[in-house]
């Protein structure tokens, strides 16, 4: 598993009425932590694209366990265990204090430009073996 | 199983950069395809919580199938099956000329003003039954 | 004066802590208000960017005057009152059973694919300077 | 003039299909800018809320300079130039590389929980008023 954690801090934006987050910002901040992984591996996502790589979201989940609320200092924990095939898995935990306040995964195809499949980036498999197998030592 | 159906214009706050609409926007619009089923029911949820009942969403799933692209004419179905005892669950279609751009759900929890559990209000219950019966006959 | 008006229906997704409307929306529904006048116009934003015309916004303001809360029904009054030279003045009021919620307005340039500003397209010019004359009437 | 400067990395949650921040994520940075601006003069927001004191935007503006793109590192320049009365003002940059993105102000009310006007709270202004004054030195 490779994994990296980055900090988030609840903003007033990301509250409603209920005095919490509103459930769809977990899907932003889960992007946050996503591409923060990809850039300490190595494979910044937006150079993943300058090469025509694209890695839309098709299937994304949350379970949410406890309350986040205003001014909350969160980390958002994101994983990944397996190298892709034609899909890409992402898993994540946001925490607070130790305490579990979501989790859920995310999963991503390979598009070209023209938005059609395509395999994964060979330096993107590469990399991200050796991260795998380093990881396992 | 009752259902209800919405529409709904993808606008140009909903796109990002792949010229799509952001993944994380499709729970919203399940929002409001919830929140007018239960209009049509006769249960609005702004009552419920006047009455001391919130229903945050405890767990959120999205499968992506087409992209949405601004401007589009969309449609949200959604989809009561059972009745809640501890939990309700909400099924929805995001639908595109009859073609299926995305698919998911949304659990709640019940709740009452100090955050704890509490059962559904009954109701909420006796029409949801109701409308169950009357709608497999 | 050309002018249109829109309903809005106040989401959950909209609402912050303080039980009211986050500001920042607002200039979403700006945005809905304005694409609709300009589709009833006949010059849908959409094909004017398929035909090569982007219109961002390069300045947006809005004085907030009564709060708008989870569920209200408002409407958004969109305006415009003269022909674009470089640049095209829209404002906007919100409005809730008469009383005034907000009002405002965007600026926007008009850009070529590459970015450059452009002339706004004739047609453009043409169909709102009759509608503006024949709103004089 | 206090002042208090804040990296904020463009995600893609904050893109259009312009391939740019859609325009009103602006006024979500400005808060976070402006939190972090009152976190460091030692009165954080929250505090004010927990002691009854709410701080509304009552009017929002923002001229867009030049473009900002996925993945730019930016910086939020938030300034105070002048204690409140009834009213704060609060100014606002956005630069990236030292080029100037953007700029704006919001300005704030100060209501109770009843959400009636209420002066702004005694050591909020001694604490700005002094660092107002330390400043100018």
């Known amino acids: 598993m490779v994994s990296h954690e ?3 801090r609840v903003r007033y934006a990301d509250t409603d009425q209920m005095g919490v987050v509103y459930h769809s910002r ?3 901040w889960f992007e946050w932590g996503r591409v923060e992984l990809m850039r300490k591996l190595g494979i ?3 150079t993943l694209e300058e090469q025509g790589v694209f890695m839309p979201v098709i299937e994304a989940y949350c379970r949410y366990r406890l309350p986040a609320r205003y001014d909350d200092e969160l980390k958002v924990k994101v994983m990944i265990r397996e190298c892709p095939q034609a899909k890409l898995k992402v898993e994540y935990l946001i925490l607070k204090d130790g305490g579990l306040v979501g989790e859920g995964y995310t999963v991503h195809a390979f598009l070209n430009r023209q938005g059609s499949p395509r395999r994964p ?3 993107f498999v590469t990399i991200l073996k050796k991260a795998l197998a380093n990881a396992q030592v």
């Open 44 to 46: 910044p996502y937006k």
């Open 6 to 8: 980055i900090p988030i």
């Open 121 to 123: 980036p060979k330096n």
């Open 26 to 28: 977990y899907f932003e």
